[in-house]
Every structure is written in C-alpha cells, then in structure tokens.
C-alpha cells in the first residue's frame, strides 16, 4: 500500500465537485458499492416492508378501515420516506467500509469488509440503531395497530420529531460510520486523552458546523429532488412498458423505496468523499499522507 | 499525490491537434446545473419584459391576438436557439456558464463552432427525457412537462468526461475555467530553519519525491495548529533527527522547514530565487536545535 498513491485523487473540492465525483466513484466501484449496499438495505427493506407494507393492502384497507385510496398512499409515502431518511446511515455501512478500503487498496476484498464491520457491530448499533434513532423509529411502528387508522400521535408526531432528530444529528456531525468504520476509535475510555468515538466526533465535526448545515440543506434539496426523479423515471418505465400510467399501490410498495434506497446509496458515496474533504482542510490529511509514504520509503531504504 | 496509476479524478487531459496536452477539469452535472438554471432564470426574465411590451403595444394598437402568436414564436427560439447562439458569440459560454466558470470546447480542446454549439442545445431535450406528467402527481391532465433529466445523469456517469448525449453527438465537453496561481517558494517565518539546515549533512540526498512532500507540508502547515504540525512531522523528522544525530527534542516542524530550505532555497544557485526567499535576514544568535513549542513527546 503507497499512501501517496490513492485509488481516488485526494485534494480539496466544493460540494458540487464532490457530487459530481461520486458519479465516477459509482461507475468505477459499481459492482463492489451495488453489493454492499444491497447487504445493508435488504434487511431493512425487508423490515420496513413488514413494518408498513400492509398500508397499501388495499383489499385489507376496505375491509378495515375507511380511508379513501389517496389517503393511504400519502400515509404509506409519509412514513416510508421518513423511515427511510432515518435508517439510510446504517444500509451504508458495509459500501463505507468498503470505500475506506479502496481509497488504498487495489480491489478489497468485499469477504474482509464485512469481517471488519462485524468486528465493529457493537459501536455501530449504539451509534446508529441507538443513538440516532433507528430502534426507536421501529419500535414506534411496531406499535401502530395494523389495517388499524392513522395514529396522528405516533405517525404525525413523534415519527417526524424522530426524523427531524435523526437527520439534525446527521447533518451536523455526519461522518460517524466514517470515525466508527475507519478510524475505529473506541466507543468509552477513561483516558482522558484516549480519542474515543464521541470526542474524535466533536474534533472532527465542532469547527464546521456552519459549512456542515449548509452542506446539508443542499444534500437534502437535492435527494429530494433524485428521489422524485428516479420514482418518476420507474413510473415512466412501467408506463412504457406495459401502457399504464398510473402510480398503481405496486409501484408504491416497491418502486418507491427502490428509488429511494437508491438515491440513498448515491448520496452515503457523496458523503464519503465529503469526509476526505473535511479531513484534507481541517486536518492537511493528504499532507500527512505523503509523509506517512515519505517515511515508510525512508524506512524501506533502511536508513 | 504522485500519480502511478489511473487516479478517479473530474480532470481528463485534451491532446491538441498541435499535440499539446492540457489537464482541464472536466463539469458534471451538479456543477452545470447553477449554470443551466441561471440561463433559465436569464431566458424567463428576458421573455417577461418583451411579453409586457408586447402585449402593451399589441393592445394599443388592436392586435392582441397577434401579439400572442409572436409571443409563442419567441419563445420557441429563445428556447432551441438561446443556448446555440451564445455558446457561439461567446466562444462556448452562455452568461450563466461566464458567470460559473465553465466553458464548452471540443474534446481536442478546440473552441466550438455554430454547428456544435446548436447541436449540444438541440438534444438538451434529449437529456432531460424522461419527461413526466404532472397526472402522474394527480394535478392536472395528461403534460409531459416535468423534466427528470435521468437520461443525462446516467449518460454523464457512464463516461469520464461526463459528456450528456449532446455533448457525445457533437464532440464537446464542458471545463471548469479555474485559474491556478503558482506560487513561488514559500516564506518561512523562523530564521532558525536556515540554521539548522546548514546542520544537514552534505551528503543527505532530498529526494524529488521527498521535495514535492516537503513542498505541500510548508505551503499547509500554516493551517495548522502547533500539535497538528508537530503529528504531521513527526513521521518524517522523527527518523531524521536521529539519523543526523540532532538533539531529541529538536522541532519536528522546524525539521522539515530545514529539509525544505536545504531543497528549495540553499541547494540552488539561482541568485534571484535566494533573494526571493530568503526572507530570514542575518542569522540571528539563536539556538537552531531549540524547539519553537515545547510540547512534550508522546
């Protein structure tokens, strides 16, 4: 491994820099990032499918309740898209530690890159399933009566409030799978100078919390829009394909969170590269990289 | 970064037809997309003040039926020809790309021509399908107005030069015009350095490799705090101060602002680079092995 010779070229961008290089980080790692991805959003497609999927049943709906077909889909929409705003951290898990990976080496091994984040699980699940809101937005779903009515305290309030702390938290210190996965600092320690995760946090993200907001206002505008985008080009698709232009609950049920899941990946890929950025102007980090080179060549040369 | 292999990198390098080769960086989307919608914004404010002339005229003197229909024609060009004709006059820029800093040119980095520039705009329509219709979000009847633009995204990422299918068709990329100054050698604050550089032995070879690191710490390192200099040495002048046999507690950042002004300033004999960078004055009756912040060693 040679420091100063990274997969991706290190040196500082601005955001619209960094959209666009995740473009070409996708194409190049497309296979690796597609597998990763999947091994972290399937479960919780699966899951959020058996929280909520039963909202678009709409054979059920009739039978059970009395809302009228656009009221379901709206409710089925409003709380997919906030479960998955809340969860979409944690599906990129295994595709960040497999970037962290490439940045270095040639082709990891994607068998290493789970090893490595089973290792790390324990921190994972306090910062994302608990800290960050992951558990609780399930277990408040849980609790939604099934074919049951809207629960205006449980889908209208508190789910909101949950994402509006999820993803506050998120756009302010964004880069917790990055300081967990990749730099693995410790999750407690007692040493007042051991860098564990909650400080390593504070030090990496406290001097940009100005830049990080208006990073994140752009972020969310703009996966907003690629979600809408992406639905809609599936609605086109099916329309094409088999003449029918309806958003039919199927599209809904399956096509919606794939596009959304999607978008998700895009955006974990941007993140990850805006984490280098971070890391190059706050801490020189591609100057400490080539010394780090410097000082291994030195060493190889026995000096 | 040294670049033995093929880095993931925005910029391409255009061979001209001299057989020069440039590195531009090469626009994405999200960079051309400030650009497209300030030529919209551009596009819609123009349109709305020659629509209130118009229609004030047209009503004055009675044809406002025809008003309407020039309306609808100007429109129509401004809207296929807009673009063409400023990536022509402008040589490859349209104000909302001026203003951005990106440029159209030919990918042998030529300036485009009419046909060129036209064609891009033309298929513009292209690259925005598919197109969606605003029933689909249950507003109105069957229009496919609604842009998705995925065509140009999914275009853009399946080459390196993010060419949408405008760009392929005509043979045109889009740059980022960004000005790079080069700096000359930098100042270095502390006198010190010049001393403890005359300490280096004579025979300690600075590598190019080593010159080009020392060159990016020395242009950084003011950016830094003191701890963060001294971790960031330490990797290098840590083996070095032993190596030369200075003293423990010599500065690791004062190290290699030694090692930079032994490979910058004191190995070259070009008079006007000494007196450009030699911004220490005299030597001053200083300790050169004296670390500037005493922090103790981890």
Redesign the interface.
């Known amino acids: 491994m040679q420091l100063d010779n990274t997969h991706i070229a290190v040196k500082e961008r601005n955001l619209v820099d960094i959209c666009d290089l995740s473009l070409h980080v996708m194409r190049h790692y497309w296979r690796p990032i597609v597998l990763t991805s999947l091994a972290g959003a399937l479960p919780l497609m699966v899951l959020n499918h058996l929280l909520i999927g039963w909202m678009m049943d709409l054979e059920f709906r009739d039978a059970f309740f009395y809302l009228d077909e656009s009221s379901a889909i709206t409710r089925y929409v409003w709380d997919m898209s906030l479960l998955i705003a809340i969860e979409a951290p944690l599906a990129s898990i295994f595709a960040t530690a497999y970037l962290g990976q490439a940045v270095f080496v040639d082709q990891p091994k994607i068998r290493d890159v789970f090893r490595d984040v089973f290792k790390m699980s324990p921190r994972v699940i306090w910062c994302q399933l608990l800290v960050r809101g992951i558990l609780p937005a399930w277990l408040l779903l849980l609790a939604v009566p099934r074919y049951g009515d809207f629960e205006v305290g449980l889908e209208a309030m508190l789910l909101p409030l949950l994402a509006m702390y999820a993803v506050g938290l998120r756009v302010f210190r964004p880069f917790i799978n990055e300081i967990v996965l990749l730099e693995r600092n410790p999750l407690i320690s007692r040493d007042r100078s051991m860098m564990t995760i909650g400080r390593r946090s504070t030090q990496i993200h406290a001097p940009s919390y100005s830049d990080l907001f208006t990073q994140g206002l752009g972020l969310s505008l703009m996966t907003f829009c690629l979600a809408v985008a992406m639905f809609g080009n599936f609605v086109f698709l099916k329309g094409v394909l088999v003449n029918s232009w309806k958003v039919s609950p199927f599209m809904l049920l399956y096509a919606f969170p794939l596009a959304c899941w999607m978008v998700a990946i895009y955006i974990n890929v941007v993140r990850f590269l805006r984490y280098l950025d971070l890391r190059i102007r706050h801490e020189g980090w591609e100057v400490e990289l080539r010394m780090r080179a410097e000082a291994n060549r030195m060493a190889s040369k026995s000096f | 970064?040294?670049?033995?292999?093929t880095?993931?990198?925005?910029?391409v390098e255009v061979v001209t037809p001299e057989n020069i080769a440039f590195h531009y960086?090469v626009?994405?989307?999200?960079?051309r997309?400030?650009a497209f919608l300030l030529d919209l914004l551009i596009r819609a404010a123009g349109f709305a003040v020659i629509a209130l002339v118009i229609s004030l005229v047209g009503g004055t003197i009675g044809v406002g039926g025809m008003s309407f229909a020039v309306l609808a024609i100007i429109w129509f060009l401004s809207d296929w020809f807009y673009g063409g004709i400023c990536e022509t006059m402008l040589n490859g820029q349209t104000p909302g790309k001026r203003t951005m800093g990106i440029r159209v040119l030919t990918v042998s980095g030529q300036p485009i021509n009419g046909v060129q520039a036209v064609m891009r705009n033309f298929l513009r329509s292209v690259d925005m399908m598919?197109?969606?219709?605003l029933?689909?979000m249950?507003l109105a009847a069957?229009a496919y107005i609604?842009p998705?633009?995925?065509l140009a995204?999914v275009t853009?990422?399946?080459n390196?030069r993010?060419q949408r299918l405008g760009d392929i068709v005509s043979g045109t990329i889009v740059v980022v015009e960004e000005r790079q100054w080069l700096t000359g050698v930098a100042k270095l604050e502390d006198s010190r350095a010049a001393q403890l550089a005359n300490y280096i032995p004579a025979d300690f070879v600075i590598?190019r490799?080593?010159s080009?690191?020392l060159a990016?710490?020395v242009d950084?390192?003011r950016?830094?705090s003191t701890a963060?200099r001294r971790?960031?040495?330490r990797?290098?002048a840590e083996?070095?101060i032993e190596?030369f046999g200075f003293p423990p507690d010599t500065s690791y950042d004062l190290m290699l602002c030694a090692l930079y002004y032994r490979a910058f300033v004191a190995d070259r004999t070009d008079e006007e680079a000494l007196d450009a960078a030699n911004p220490f004055g005299p030597p001053a009756a200083v300790q050169p092995f004296q670390s500037s912040v005493p922090i103790p060693k981890s």
């Open positions: 970064m040294s670049s033995e292999m880095q993931i990198d925005s910029t960086q626009a994405g989307p999200f960079r997309l400030p598919p197109m969606l219709s029933e689909v249950g069957p609604v998705t633009c995925i995204l853009m990422t399946l390196r993010y590598t490799s080593m080009r690191s990016g710490y950084r390192r950016f830094f963060r971790e960031v040495a990797h290098v083996p070095l190596r």
